[in-house]
């Protein structure tokens, strides 16, 4: 007995949003663009599918817990695939168990009307720059997905051809076996193989999707990223997913955000770090420098006797995400260059000023050690 649960992977307490996470990883695991030719990711597919619309659905859930699960044992020969088949979801509510498990008359006709389908949700990474991150983008992205077929608008005849009837199940959507067991004959049903339980089937097909009501199109899709936005976000389309089939709606959109690093700077969660390259003079004798920020040049004081290592903040220079209003720092960390080579007039001066601060330079262990080292 196959178990809706054990198909997707989660336990039986699992909650909504734990079968839904588990059903869009196994559903572009075994999705057949992605697995083309291989005909058990096909059918692992469908069953995927066929899993989560029903734990998907809180009425349908419940209806599986109380019937689905109870085992061939407790329902003297029931086996679980005509009750994948056979058990018609629709909200029928004691008629269709009744009718499906029995053979009762108490739904006189097959389904109602054509079967709808959400279509499927779609996973997208986006890769937009630091400052696209900083100060939110627009994004016109063109993205290949089912969308319903233009020729046939979606009921998958050939124009000018009618919709008839099936003669493989008269139109019931439904083809009905009895089976002999120790209760006696018991009717089941499955879902007839030529009309997808619709009842009715194209007198000729659409020659564009061949019936499928959808066609691979690629489609343009625009959307706004917020000022703000983190690495490794998601953003939600509703809607903007793979069309469905007959009025099912669309499917949502899910983009995974992907922020490029920079070359000079880098993200504390509102704050933006850089470092700035200060020659020894200016850490020593202090001067006025120009940091550059993601809103320009900044004028930045830097005081006499400036250490190594030091971090100057410019308040207000970094992030303000849309969701908080709350603007970021902008911190400086200080690098000292000390020069690697001296002119012979740069090293006189140094001498002096050695000998001004009383150093005794041993010249063979290098003279800006000393002069570093004494600072």
Known sequence: MKDLYGILGVSRDASDADIKKAYRRLAQKHHPDTNKGDKDSESKFKE???AYEVLSDKQKRSQYDQFGGAGPEASGGFDYGNFQ????????GFADIFETFFGGGMRGQGRSGP?????????FEL???????VFGVEKTLEIAKSETCGKCKGNGAEPGSKIVSCSHCNGSGQVRSVKQTILGQVATSRICDQCQGEGRIPEKKCTECHGAMRTRQKSKVTVKIPAG????SIVKLSGKGEAGVNGG???????????LSHNQFVRDRTDI????????????????IKVPTVHGDVELKIPAGTQNGEVFTLKGYGITPVSSGHSGNHLVKIHIKVPKKLSSKEKDL?????????LELNEQTGILRKIVGNL
């Open 85 to 92: 088949q056979g058990f018609d979801f629709g909200g029928g």
């Open 273 to 288: 770090r850089s470092i700035y390259e200060l020659d020894l003079l200016q850490a020593v004798l202090g001067d006025k």
């Open 249 to 259: 709606g669309y499917g949502d959109l899910y983009l995974h955000i992907r922020v």
């Open 127 to 133: 890769s937009i720059k630091f400052e696209e991150a």
């Open 229 to 232: 936005i983190d690495d490794g």
């Open 115 to 123: 079967r709808s389908f959400r279509g499927s949700d779609i996973e």
């Open 48 to 50: 995927v599918n066929q």
């Open 350 to 358: 140094y001498k002096q000023l050695a000998s001004e601060k009383g």
